[in-house]
């Protein structure tokens, strides 16, 4: 007689709510259900290949996601973050050691929550956002990002690094890769030259200000013991890596 085995699932509340996505989504749900890590995933861990390349996690995530139909492309930033937390969560328990500006903390990743967002802004199934720049007379529309923007964005800056070492255009390409349209344009080259010539550099922090303001992600910020403000929890080696051996 055949064995049949069964792997314990857990149930993760999703940052977005599931408000961002296609109906015809399952991330519609505003949940996701993940596995507990196997041999298999710590194989995955351990792939030189997959480290080489930068894509570990993501392989990780991907084999840890149990809920079916999911499009890992369409994963928001911010969900991905809390899948991420999740899984290290089941897979080597809550606490997490870490050393913050010198001192060995340890942090109950259990108690990190969830930006709280306006959901009155957000229009469900639509992922778009219009803001009116506070220093010009401009409007933009813009996106939050997703697992394929973000390698996007890589690839593009990697590409340009290749040309120029030194051309370091992380927070411009960014911008090109969120905005959505300017002054009604949905052109790329029109919302290309407008970052590139045009955007004043208050009205680009007002954008990413906006953005985060509407982005539902996980919070980050840990208040270690001697420290009186919070500051952005590190992920190292040590997240999947507890003993830090590969």
Do not use: C
Request: no cysteine; hydrophobic share 35%.
């Amino acid at each position: 007689m055949e064995q049949k085995f069964k792997l314990p699932t857990e149930t993760v509340d999703l940052p977005s709510k599931g408000l961002f996505y296609p109906e015809s989504s399952p991330l519609s749900s505003g949940v996701i259900e993940m596995k507990y890590m196997t041999a298999k995933e710590e194989d995955i861990l351990t792939n030189q290949n997959y480290i080489q390349k930068g894509i570990v996690v993501d392989k990780l995530l991907q084999s840890l996601i149990v809920t079916e139909g999911v499009d890992y492309n369409i994963l928001l930033s911010g969900d991905k973050n809390a899948i991420m937390i999740a899984a290290r969560i089941l897979a080597y328990g809550k606490y997490y050691v870490v050393d913050i500006k010198g001192k060995q903390t340890t942090v109950d990743l259990t108690e990190l929550n969830n930006n709280v967002i306006d959901e009155s802004l957000v229009t469900k199934g639509q992922n778009e956002f219009s803001f009116k720049l506070p220093h010009t007379d401009n409007t933009v529309t813009f996106k939050l990002l997703n697992h394929k923007d973000e390698k996007g964005i890589e690839r593009e800056i990697a590409g340009l690094q290749k040309i120029n070492k030194d051309n370091i255009t992380f927070s411009t390409t960014r911008l090109k890769h969120l905005i959505t349209s300017i002054n009604g344009s949905t052109d790329n080259k029109d919302i290309r030259e407008f970052v590139d010539n045009y955007l004043l550099a208050k009205d680009a922090r007002a954008i990413r200000e906006e953005y985060n303001r509407v982005n539902p992600d996980v919070d980050l910020t840990v208040y270690p013991d001697g420290f009186q403000e919070g500051v952005d929890l590190p992920i190292t080696v040590a997240f999947f890596w507890p003993d830090s051996r590969l």
